[in-house]
């Protein structure tokens, strides 16, 4: 194995490391900017825990680990919780002992830490995937060989728009509910505290999380959608463009007790409709699982990733 050192992040290694990444991570290749926004940036993010392996002068291998430092809205410092959110070694130096050093440090860091569960990817808000690709065999062996205990599967979804219409089905479905003096628009600040108090009691934290995001760029009447009962309030909605990207879709929630009536499809088919209004050819997602996988299914949509989700208690 021969002589090598375990470095904490230095900016000046963010263009080796970038490069490494997308060497190694051929399914989520990533720019220095996004990794510098994404990673870097992130509130919570300490250099102690993202971890180079250095070899020869030469970075081999990153380990991302994650703490939080600061509440996470509803969700709080979640104390006994860390993240592994992005691990990789380069291909030459794999199969070596180099990702059982770095993955042994950045583990031990975080139980210094008094982390008592390591999930792998999907930290929140600022995760690339929710979990391992399928398609990294090797990663998969790896970290259940380190006892790593999947815990569920999640996909990514697409579809097309450039055939796009709305089927007639939702046409007529919107029509009974509208004849019942229901609505479905776009948002408007008029019905601010209405969404905000919705999403906060029926959702995660991270629902609430988009909508302000979005209020505060001023794009919530462009990217979000309402379902409004006879009684003026919020029932449903949808949004999309959470991390920026125009074909991004979701999240999408109804009210619990209105779950399966039609509400999701109607928002689902007008947020389609109104996206192809502004020319976006393209509506993807980066996860779901069952119940929900389906439901996009009868919509359309068609898994394009498959990922193993895993946890591990330390």
């Given at each position: 194995m021969g002589n090598f050192e375990l470095r904490s992040y230095r900016q000046k290694d963010l263009g080796q490391i970038v490069a490494g990444w997308n060497q190694s991570l051929l399914y989520d290749p990533v720019s220095e900017e996004r990794f510098?926004?994404?990673?870097?940036?992130?509130?919570?993010?300490?250099?102690?825990?993202?971890?180079?392996?250095?070899?020869?002068?030469?970075?081999?291998?990153?380990?991302?680990?994650?703490k939080?430092?600061?509440?996470?809205?509803?969700?709080?410092?979640?104390?006994d919780r860390?993240?592994?959110?992005?691990?990789?070694?380069?291909?030459?130096?794999?199969?070596?002992?180099?990702?059982?050093?770095?993955?042994?440090?950045?583990e031990k860091r975080l139980k210094e830490c008094r982390t008592k569960e390591i999930t792998l990817c999907a930290y929140s808000p600022n995760y690339?995937?929710?979990?391992?690709?399928?398609?990294?065999?090797?990663?998969?062996?790896?970290?259940?060989?380190?006892?790593?205990?999947?815990?569920?599967?999640?996909?990514?979804?697409?579809?097309?728009?450039?055939?796009?219409?709305?089927?007639?089905?939702?046409?007529?479905?919107?029509e009974d509910f509208q004849k019942k003096g229901w609505k479905f628009c776009s948002y408007s600040n008029e019905y601010m505290d209405e969404v905000l108090d919705f999403t906060k009691k029926e959702f995660d934290a991270g629902w609430v999380r988009n909508i302000l995001q979005a209020l505060r760029k001023k794009e919530a009447e462009d990217t979000i959608l309402l379902a409004v009962d006879e009684k003026n309030q919020v029932v449903g909605y949808c949004m999309r463009k959470i991390d920026g990207?125009?074909?991004?879709?979701?999240?999408?929630?109804?009210?619990?007790?209105?779950?399966s009536s039609g509400i999701g499809g109607i928002l689902f088919d007008l947020q389609m409709r109104e996206m192809q209004k502004r020319g976006i050819c393209y509506a993807?997602?980066?996860?779901?699982?069952?119940?929900?996988?389906?439901?996009?299914?009868?919509?359309?949509?068609?898994?394009?990733?498959?990922?193993?989700?895993?946890?591990?208690?330390?």
């Amino acid at each position: 194995m021969g002589n090598f050192e375990l470095r904490s992040y230095r900016q000046k290694d963010l263009g080796q490391i970038v490069a490494g990444w997308n060497q190694s991570l051929l399914y989520d290749p990533v720019s220095e900017e996004r990794f510098f926004q994404q990673v870097v940036m992130d509130d919570n993010f300490d250099r102690e825990l993202a971890l180079s392996l250095v070899k020869d002068g030469r970075i081999i291998g990153f380990c991302l680990g994650v703490k939080r430092k600061y509440p996470y809205l509803t969700r709080g410092l979640e104390p006994d919780r860390g993240w592994i959110s992005i691990m990789y070694v380069l291909p030459e130096y794999r199969k070596q002992g180099y990702g059982q050093i770095l993955l042994d440090e950045v583990e031990k860091r975080l139980k210094e830490c008094r982390t008592k569960e390591i999930t792998l990817c999907a930290y929140s808000p600022n995760y690339f995937t929710p979990g391992i690709d399928i398609n990294y065999e090797a990663a998969l062996s790896f970290f259940e060989k380190n006892e790593y205990a999947k815990t569920g599967d999640a996909v990514s979804m697409q579809r097309s728009l450039f055939t796009y219409s709305v089927p007639s089905h939702t046409l007529q479905k919107m029509e009974d509910f509208q004849k019942k003096g229901w609505k479905f628009c776009s948002y408007s600040n008029e019905y601010m505290d209405e969404v905000l108090d919705f999403t906060k009691k029926e959702f995660d934290a991270g629902w609430v999380r988009n909508i302000l995001q979005a209020l505060r760029k001023k794009e919530a009447e462009d990217t979000i959608l309402l379902a409004v009962d006879e009684k003026n309030q919020v029932v449903g909605y949808c949004m999309r463009k959470i991390d920026g990207n125009d074909a991004r879709f979701g999240p999408i929630g109804v009210k619990e007790d209105l779950r399966s009536s039609g509400i999701g499809g109607i928002l689902f088919d007008l947020q389609m409709r109104e996206m192809q209004k502004r020319g976006i050819c393209y509506a993807y997602f980066l996860w779901t699982h069952g119940d929900a996988m389906r439901f996009y299914e009868r919509h359309g949509m068609s898994t394009y990733r498959t990922y193993r989700l895993y946890r591990k208690k330390i």
